[in-house]
């Protein structure tokens, strides 16, 4: 079945050390992928997608996601954290199933260690 | 400024009330959508809409209702045969064009909790 998976609950990271935000997705055809953040009691923030072209996408904030058709992968990476980067991440893509929506993976919290 | 202006930002509900969430955006996108958020879970759809006059089901459509009587409005009606409303509510626009579902822009939320 189609779906967007966020194989990690939480993720942990030390200030300055680089991070990764796993996404994985099962989607027929070619898929149009996307990552969201969210703080406390807010709204979603976009961040970047992945539409065509360059397997590696650079976004809002330094962050950027690689594109990996062969591990069906959309991982989001940021070369070196921030403590003001602790939020929660959302990946999320078009499924192709004629339904011109998006759908969510689970979410995962990111903390970055002062 | 543009954006998507959601309202109340607090709202508490009795059981067996129905609440309508109201969503508008100054952005003239054609789609809108509603999400609801619960923790552990994700965001999951309720209803859409791509054009005005017409909306369709998302995954957990029950015990919801919408309208889209003008392009900048998409109100969600939380009805008394929804089991479980207390969540926090989401909308959201996009552009609606090209091949695929574009960029979605989202308003700040709705945190509904039934008493």
């Known amino acids: 079945a189609q779906s967007v998976a966020q194989p990690e609950d939480q993720v942990n990271v030390a200030e300055g050390n680089p991070l990764t935000v796993k996404c994985t997705y099962s989607v027929s055809g070619n898929p149009y992928l996307f990552w969201y953040v969210q703080y406390p009691n807010r709204g979603l923030q976009f961040l970047l997608k992945?539409?065509?072209?360059?397997?590696l996408v650079k976004g809002s904030y330094g962050f950027e996601a690689e594109f990996n058709k062969s591990q069906t992968s959309f991982h989001l990476k940021k070369p070196s954290a921030l403590v003001s980067d602790s939020a929660l991440y959302f990946c999320a893509a078009d499924l192709n199933t004629g339904r011109r929506a998006l759908t969510f993976g689970s979410g995962t919290r990111l903390q970055v260690q002062p | 400024d543009g954006g998507i202006t959601q309202s109340p930002k607090y709202l508490f509900r009795k059981e067996g009330q129905n609440v309508t969430l109201s969503c508008e955006q100054n952005?003239?996108?054609?789609?809108m959508y509603w999400y609801r958020q619960d923790p552990g879970q994700g965001l999951r759809l309720i209803y859409y809409s791509q054009i005005v006059n017409d909306f369709q089901k998302g995954d957990i459509a029950e015990g919801y209702s919408v309208s889209r009587e003008k392009k900048e409005s998409f109100p969600l009606t939380v009805t008394s045969a929804q089991k479980n409303p207390t969540a926090f509510y989401l909308c959201?626009?996009?552009?609606?064009?090209?091949?695929?579902?574009?960029?979605?822009?989202f308003g700040e939320g709705s945190r509904l909790t039934v008493l």
């Open positions: 992945y539409i065509t072209g360059d397997n």
């Open positions: 952005l003239n996108h054609d789609a």
């Open positions: 959201a626009s996009s552009a609606g064009q090209g091949a695929g579902t574009g960029e979605l822009f």
